[in-house]
T-cell receptor, first 117, second 115 residues
Framework: GAVVSQHPSRVICKSGTSVKIECRSL??????MFWYRQFPKQSLMLMAT?????????EQGVEKDKFLINHASLTLSTLTVTSAHPEDSSFYIC?????????????FGAGTRLSVL | AQKVTQAQTEISVVEKEDVTLDCVYE???????LFWYKQPPSGELVFLIR??????QNEISGRYSWNFQKSTSSFNFTITASQVVDSAVYFC????????????FGQGTELSVKP
């Protein structure tokens, strides 16, 4: 299967700081990348969808100024949590979907556990 | 509306038992894809299978098998001779072209395999 690398795997930060999470597709070109948030014992909640070179499309209720997404290349997308607060603490996970043999399948990164103090 | 229901929140079995994880989906689209993903305690989601709506053939991969039945809108997953390493949360998911490839996840089933 295709490989998506996400890091950092864990980050602890102080309230008010910004945190950047990177998501890279290593062996395929991810024309679309997705960002999810997952609370303990719950399913994944889609935050936004980004296509390379375009602005991200955010799901209802997700603050785009709070969660900045950049998908500048076919192999890299970043999520920046701006001015993080304790309620932003969560598990964030990205996925990439490409073309040809990986088409229509989302391959996921290992996730980032964010703790805001 | 699109929806995926995994009615079993938690399942506990003893090693070597067979276990079936249920998945029921709802969609009005005629073209759609169904998926199963495994999320071990480490957190990453591991892709297991994709099935499109026009292919109702059952699939077997080692100890894993999947039963897709459009008549009951179900896509069940069976693990035979379960092992401790199978312990994880398993998610069933649905995507349709009309949704731009977004995955609609079920709530997940936490499988615990005890030695």
């Amino acid at each position: 299967g295709a490989v998506v690398s996400q890091h950092p795997s864990r980050v602890i930060c102080k309230s008010g700081t910004s945190v950047k999470i990177e998501c890279r597709s290593l062996d395929f070109q991810a024309t679309t990348m997705f960002w999810y948030r997952q609370f303990p014992k719950q399913s994944l909640m889609l935050m936004a969808t980004s296509n390379e070179g375009s602005k991200a499309t955010y799901e209802q209720g997700v603050e785009k100024d709070k969660f900045l997404i950049n998908h500048a290349s076919l192999t890299l997308s970043t999520l920046t949590v701006t001015s993080a607060h304790p309620e932003d603490s969560s598990f964030y996970i990205c996925s990439g979907r490409g073309t040809s043999w990986v088409r229509d399948i989302q391959y996921f990164g290992a996730g980032t556990r964010l703790s805001v103090l | 509306a699109q929806k995926v229901t995994q009615a079993q929140t938690e399942i506990s079995v003893v090693e070597k038992e067979d276990v079936t994880l249920d998945c029921v989906y709802e969609t009005r689209d005629t073209t759609y894809y169904l998926f199963w993903y495994k999320q071990p305690p480490s957190g990453e989601l591991v892709f297991l299978i994709r099935r499109n709506s026009f292919d109702e053939q059952n699939e077997i991969s080692g100890r894993y098998s999947w039963n897709f039945q459009k008549s009951t809108s179900s896509f069940n997953f069976t693990i035979t001779a379960s092992q401790v390493v199978d312990s994880a949360v398993y998610f069933c998911a649905l995507s349709t072209n009309n949704q731009g490839g977004k995955l609609i996840f079920g709530q997940g089933t936490e499988l615990s395999v005890k030695p």
